[in-house]
Every structure is written in C-alpha cells, then in structure tokens.
Nanobody, 123 residues
C-alpha cells in the first residue's frame, strides 16, 4: 500500500503561482511513477502531468505545458507540481496518483490516489 497526501492548494489570482506537494508513505516511493490529474466541477478527471520513477522523464498536458513543472525528491518521498501563470480554467481539485512500472496519462492505470487539494484561480 502507498498512502498519498496532497497539500499546497488554495486561492490565487490569475497569473499567480502555487506549488502542490504530494507526500508518499508506505512502500518504496522510488518504485512508483507518479501522475497529477485534476477534476473541475461537472467534468471528467483529466491528465495534467506525469513523472517517471527516476524523475528523469516528465510529460505534460498541452494545456499546462510551459507553465507547470513536476519534480520529485526521493529523499523526502515527495512529488511536486509547480504551477505558474495560473489561469481561471486551471481551477479544479488536483490529485496525485502512483503506479508501478511505466508512467502513464491514463488515470485508470494508477493504483493509489491522494484525497485531492482544491486550486481556485480568480480572474
């Protein structure tokens, strides 16, 4: 089992920044690829970013590419999502998720999920 706890969400004005954290506990964190997803009211959960187990590979949705950066610190068992130049359309609940082997854009492939953290961007 892997337990994931997100933090860092909040209310920010458009153009601002937030950094989300996802702290993992349980099994060896470095064995897991991590993903970030978000879900806005009335919409399906969508892929935001993914990072390989080594941290050497990252991938982003087109809607956030160039604005968001994902990283991981294995010494702290934590994954981060730095969100810059935030837009009102980024408003959603953000989730981190973990899976073994290769990272993925498909939320159905992830085994463990955090509880989510709300991000609200005002115009």
């Amino acid at each position: 089992q892997v337990q994931l706890v997100e933090s860092g969400g909040g209310l920010v004005q458009a153009g601002g920044s937030l950094r989300l954290s996802c702290a993992a506990s349980g099994r060896t964190f470095s064995n897991y690829a991590m993903g970030w997803f978000r879900q806005a009211p009335g919409k399906e959960r969508e892929f935001v970013a993914r990072i390989s187990w080594s941290g050497g590979y990252t991938d982003y949705a087109d809607s956030v590419k160039g604005r968001f950066i994902s990283s991981r610190d294995s010494t702290k068992n934590t994954v981060y999502l730095q969100m810059n130049s935030l837009k009102p359309e980024d408003t959603a609940v953000y989730y981190c998720a973990a899976k073994t082997l290769f990272y993925s854009r498909n939320p159905k492939e992830y085994d463990y999920w955090g509880q989510g953290t709300q991000v609200t961007v005002s115009s």
